[in-house]
């Protein structure tokens, strides 16, 4: 193994950790920022009012997403295992 292809590899694991997580990510911050703004106009400071809507709209983006990061992985781990042999011979 050369230091290139850890490189790339690492890399390409990274690049895939962020495609996974920007959705989810994504959704907890819109909604956290739509639900900040309606306790400051309403001045209502309830804990579970920031938190049940995120895990809800999480959960939404994974029903709807989920199918697209399942492929992502499984294409990840299979190149990751269709490359050991080269891996190897270097």
């Known amino acids: 193994m050369t230091p290139e292809s850890v ?3 690492g890399q390409q694991a990274v690049w895939t950790t962020l495609l996974l997580a ?3 990510l994504g959704i907890a911050l819109v909604v956290g920022v739509l ?3 309606f306790q400051a ?3 209502i400071n309830e804990m579970t009012l920031s ?3 995120k895990v809800i709209a999480m959960g939404l ?3 709807i997403l989920g199918p697209w990061m399942l492929h ?3 294409d990840y781990t299979i190149h990751l295992f269709h490359a050991i042999p080269h891996l190897i011979d270097q």
């Open 61 to 63: 983006v994974m029903v």
């Open 72 to 74: 992502l992985m499984m």
């Open 51 to 53: 938190f049940v809507p």
């Open 7 to 9: 490189i790339d590899i």
């Open 22 to 24: 920007a959705p989810l």
């Open 35 to 37: 639900v900040s703004i």
């Open 41 to 43: 106009a309403t001045q």
